[in-house]
């Protein structure tokens, strides 16, 4: 078979794709963590985070699907890379090929992506909101599916719009995440970051990071329905993944931000990192 590039492909590669449920129905969940000098970054954290997300989408999880086997499986997958310092790592699981969208098995397969981090925590960084489509608030929003096509077409209007990141939605216009991660905002001494009522992925670096501002006795910290108004009235924006750790934001339209706070609690998110805990 030739695509469309007019390059020959295997048949055997064409027939896999056609028939793995990830690539028909977006049938598949993802794990994204950062391995750093062989170490798998807040493992625990993410593990049962994908556990819980696989019961809830009726997947059969394997006997063999232990804490240890896994973080074994991607240490091993990264061993075989170019050494380098850091790593992004993509948990990929999917139900078995089979059925319409009514599967023919909740039996699962996996597959793990290894590709170098380099990414560097920049000095400008804007944001504005997107809105043409909604990313809708509810409890499945929560997981990391494959169908990340508002993800994809909120990074492509940002590129063309020399912006950094998009703030989404919810159909009740409420902020709830950028494209690539969680979201906080700083007015004097409160943060906010929205609930996952509002449909906000369930981000370890996101738990993480409040976990550190509770025990800071100069912040309280809400989570909250935020409206894209509060976000210009922000003493300081900062979004969060783990892979980036904590990227303050410098500007969102018009406005600029500080970003002192942010950076003592990227601080103290590496201590975390370090630690491993």
Not at 41 to 50: A, K, P, Q
Not at 153 to 165: C, G, K, V
Not at 173 to 194: A, L, S
Request: glycine share 6%; hydrophobic share 40%.
């Amino acid at each position: 078979m030739i695509n469309f590039n007019g390059e020959l492909q295997h048949l055997d590669n064409i027939k896999l794709s056609l028939e793995n449920r990830a690539f028909k129905y977006g049938d598949a969940i993802f794990e994204t963590v950062k391995v750093s000098f062989d170490k798998v970054i807040f493992w625990e954290d993410h593990y049962f985070r994908l556990m819980s997300s696989m019961r809830m989408l009726r997947m059969k999880i394997p006997m063999e699907f232990t804490l240890e086997f896994l973080e074994k499986e991607i240490l091993k997958t990264v061993s075989v890379q170019k050494k380098a310092n850091s790593y992004r790592i993509r948990l990929n699981i999917y139900r078995k090929d089979g059925g319409l969208y009514t599967p023919k098995t909740n039996k699962i397969d996996y597959s793990i992506d290894v590709k170098e981090s380099s990414y560097q925590i920049k000095d400008t960084y804007s944001l504005d909101v997107y809105k043409d489509f909604y990313n809708y608030s509810g409890l499945l929003s929560t997981i990391k599916t494959n169908n990340r096509m508002l993800n994809t077409l909120a990074s492509i209007f940002a590129d063309e719009n020399d912006l950094d990141n998009c703030i989404l939605l919810n159909e009740k216009k409420g902020v709830v995440e950028v494209t690539n991660g969680n979201i906080f905002i700083i007015k004097g001494n409160i943060i906010k970051t929205p609930a996952l009522s509002e449909g906000c992925i369930k981000g370890i670096t996101r738990s993480k990071v409040i976990d550190i501002i509770l025990k800071n006795k100069e912040f309280t910290l809400q989570e909250t329905s935020i409206s894209p108004f509060e976000i210009q009235k922000a003493d300081e924006v900062f979004i969060t993944n783990a892979i980036i750790g904590i990227q303050p934001v410098t500007s969102y339209k018009k406005k600029g931000f500080k970003t002192e706070v942010g950076k003592k609690i990227a601080n103290n998110l590496s201590v975390l990192q370090i630690a491993g805990v």
